[in-house]
């Protein structure tokens, strides 16, 4: 996959991409703390979120299981800084992203954890918490949710957080192994 990843990132849309140790990122309680005052909405609505994908020292644990985190960008240009119907289109649109990526390294890898931004998506309704997720196989743990300071992580990667004056810029990560 590896050898093929300019190609594979092109085709998923992404801005900018870099490759991290996950055993070098940092998981915050800090973080998860901004997902339990709610602010996105999502906490405690959907399996992407906390508390559904567990505590900080799971996700780390989860993580760290990786050897390779290839972080993943996109850019989304905006009227103006308080274009709040861009933002939440290009939510969206990062979730496509993170999507295709997903579909993209299928035939390279058979284990792998994608990260994408808050939320799901996937379903009008979630299911979170009366039962299973309708799509274990599709659904996309957040970032933050995980406890990831993205600003932090972005650095690592060697990717820009602030893209520019009226950008909006979305994150996700992909976890996985050598196969």
Request: proline fraction near 4%; charged fraction near 25%; hydrophobic fraction near 35%.
């Amino acid at each position: 996959m590896i050898d093929n990843l300019n190609e594979i990132m092109t085709r998923a849309g992404a801005f900018q991409y870099g490759i991290v140790d996950p055993k070098n990122v940092e998981f915050s309680e800090e973080v998860r703390k901004m997902c339990e005052v709610n602010t996105c909405r999502q906490y405690g609505k959907t399996w992407a979120c906390p508390p559904a994908v567990g505590t900080i020292d799971e996700c780390r644990t989860r993580a760290q299981s990786y050897a390779y985190m290839l972080v993943f960008s996109q850019k989304f240009d905006l009227e103006d800084s308080y274009d709040f119907e861009s933002v939440g289109t290009a939510m969206k649109d990062f979730k496509a992203v993170a999507s295709r990526l997903d579909e993209e390294v299928k035939p390279y890898l058979t284990n792998y954890l994608m990260l994408s931004n808050e939320g799901c998506g996937k379903c009008e309704s979630c299911t979170y918490p009366d039962n299973p997720c309708r799509f274990p196989d599709k659904v996309h743990g957040s970032i933050e949710g995980y406890g990831i300071f993205v600003s932090n992580l972005a650095t690592q990667a060697g990717m820009g957080y602030n893209n520019g004056k009226d950008t909006v810029t979305f994150f996700g990560a992909l976890l996985f192994n050598d196969e």
